[in-house]
């Protein structure tokens, strides 16, 4: 499986993320519009994502922790050719958690993915993925994630340890 560390925060400030994050990356920002649905597995969480660009749809598998601050996030990942018809077979076989629409601007910075998030029904979010690759330490990427969102000015007060589903469906995560 794959790893990254993750790091997520409320963006109270958005617009001021906005003008940093392109300070700090080489490329101008990746912008997707995309929709994830979620579906009750019996460990960790799975969604198929879905662009409205025409971007290829993929299944997303990962499992980590929900806590504040940096966590390690193992992950799968893999291509879907018929988004609707696996939506289908997957909301037959597993009970749909929940959707998450939202519009996400993507800053590269090294390893490290800045993504600015609008969250429909949630708000502004700021969340990193530091990849790691296959010997990497991961308090290194923990502590590349914690110097990042000093940089930007994130607050430790504004950290977020849930996924956004969780979030929107707070009843489903405490059952």
């Given at each position: 499986?794959?790893?990254?560390?993750?790091?997520?925060?409320?963006?109270?400030?958005?617009?001021?993320?906005?003008?940093?994050?392109?300070?700090?990356?080489?490329?101008?920002?990746?912008?997707?519009?995309?929709?994830?649905?979620?579906?009750?597995?019996?460990?960790?969480?799975?969604?198929?994502?879905?662009?409205?660009?025409?971007?290829?749809?993929?299944?997303?598998?990962?499992?980590?922790?929900?806590r504040?601050?940096?966590?390690?996030?193992?992950?799968?990942?893999?291509?879907?050719?018929?988004?609707?018809?696996?939506?289908?077979?997957?909301?037959?076989?597993?009970?749909?958690?929940?959707?998450?629409?939202?519009?996400?601007?993507?800053?590269?910075?090294?390893?490290?993915?800045?993504?600015?998030?609008?969250?429909?029904?949630?708000?502004?979010?700021?969340?990193?993925?530091?990849?790691?690759?296959?010997?990497?330490?991961?308090a290194?990427?923990?502590?590349?994630?914690?110097?990042?969102?000093?940089?930007?000015?994130?607050?430790?007060?504004?950290?977020?340890?849930?996924?956004y589903?969780?979030?929107?469906?707070?009843?489903?995560?405490a059952?």
């Open positions: 499986m794959a790893r990254n560390i993750e790091i997520k925060a409320r963006a109270h400030q958005f617009d001021q993320l906005r003008e940093r994050a392109p300070a700090l990356a080489t490329d101008a920002p990746l912008v997707f519009r995309q929709q994830d649905f979620f579906y009750d597995v019996p460990t960790g969480r799975l969604k198929l994502r879905q662009f409205d660009d025409g971007t290829p749809s993929e299944l997303i598998f990962y499992q980590r922790d929900d504040d601050g940096p966590k390690v996030s193992y992950y799968t990942r893999s291509p879907v050719t018929n988004p609707e018809a696996m939506h289908s077979l997957l909301s037959q076989a597993l009970s749909t958690r929940g959707i998450v629409s939202k519009e996400r601007h993507v800053y590269i910075v090294g390893r490290t993915r800045i993504h600015l998030d609008r969250v429909d029904g949630l708000g502004d979010f700021i969340e990193l993925e530091v990849l790691l690759a296959q010997d990497d330490d991961e290194g990427g923990e502590q590349e994630a914690h110097d990042m969102f000093k940089q930007l000015g994130v607050e430790t007060h504004d950290l977020v340890p849930l996924a589903v969780d979030l929107l469906n707070p009843a489903a995560e059952a």
